[in-house]
């Protein structure tokens, strides 16, 4: 809470972050420590004086919560804490999915304390959310598979939170969604390995015949790198030109027009050569 600038508020305290300066144990030495009057009055305005004590404790307060309340440490990145139900009083409206990506970016509240590192851990503090997620969704997938003898799951399945045959991990998991996204990836994975095994092989007949213009039965021969052995390279070179495989058609998107680019600085032919073709061996 800032301080605003306008009545009833004093103008000398205008801007002035009142959480932070209160909630710290210099300000507790220097203007309360030995005033019990002044103890009193903020007791009496509802001073809440758990917050009197280092910001990692009341982080890991609040990670002890969520934990209780959610099973877990995955924390949303907006989360903060609520009121109530449970919750410190002292760690009421802290930013606690910040304060969490704060520790794994950038170490806060750790440093080189080797006992606080180890605390997060016994806790089950989550270092990577992404590592966590695949793991879950293996977890979860394996456990599917037992279960309904088959990997396909529904798109719209998701694990119910009192499904006890999961993992607690697992509970709550949108596990279909989860698998659909991960295929997608790999089926994008295997199609940028293909273009790459294309270029390889066209590379390599450039080097042998100093041109990039393969005849449509060329075949990759057996002395070649492995990857590319056997590889139906004129074939692929005529579907790149009838059929944009690799590089799309007229409205090509930009990973399609760098692939495009690669190309042209082998010296590829967008059109067939005409004439009689030498054979290439």
């Not at 989550?126 to 293996?138: F, G, H, K, L, N």
């Not at 293909?194 to 075949?219: I, S, T």
Request: glycine fraction near 8%; aromatic fraction near 10%; charged fraction near 35%.
């Amino acid at each position: 809470f800032r301080v605003p600038a306008r009545a009833p508020y004093p103008a000398t305290l205008a801007g002035v972050d009142l959480d932070a300066a209160v909630y710290d144990m210099a300000f507790y030495q220097a203007h309360l420590a030995e005033r019990r009057d002044r103890q009193d009055e903020l007791r009496a305005l509802g001073f809440c004086w758990g917050r009197l004590q280092p910001e990692y404790n009341l982080v890991v307060e609040a990670l002890i919560v969520f934990k209780e309340r959610f099973g877990d440490l995955m924390v949303p990145s907006l989360f903060v804490v609520p009121r109530g139900d449970g919750w410190p009083d002292g760690c009421v409206g802290m930013p606690l999915g910040r304060r969490v990506r704060q520790i794994r970016e950038r170490n806060d509240y750790l440093g080189d304390d080797l006992s606080r590192w180890a605390t997060l851990e016994e806790m089950g503090f989550v270092w990577s959310p992404r590592e966590a997620t695949r793991v879950a969704v293996d977890e979860a997938l394996a456990t599917y598979e037992v279960l309904y003898g088959t990997d396909r799951v529904p798109r719209s399945y998701v694990v119910a939170d009192d499904d006890g045959r999961f993992p607690e991990k697992c509970r709550g998991l949108p596990l279909g969604a989860r698998v659909a996204s991960r295929r997608r990836s790999e089926r994008r994975g295997a199609r940028e390995d293909a273009f790459e095994v294309f270029v390889e092989a066209l590379a390599k007949y450039v080097a042998a015949f100093g041109d990039a213009d393969a005849p449509q039965k060329f075949v990759a021969p057996d002395d070649w790198p492995k990857r590319v052995r056997g590889y139906p390279l004129g074939k692929r070179v005529a579907d790149v030109r009838s059929r944009g495989r690799y590089v799309g058609g007229d409205d090509p998107s930009s990973e399609q027009l760098a692939r495009r680019r690669r190309l042209d600085e082998l010296g590829f032919r967008w059109t067939k050569r005409k004439g009689r073709r030498r054979v290439a061996k």
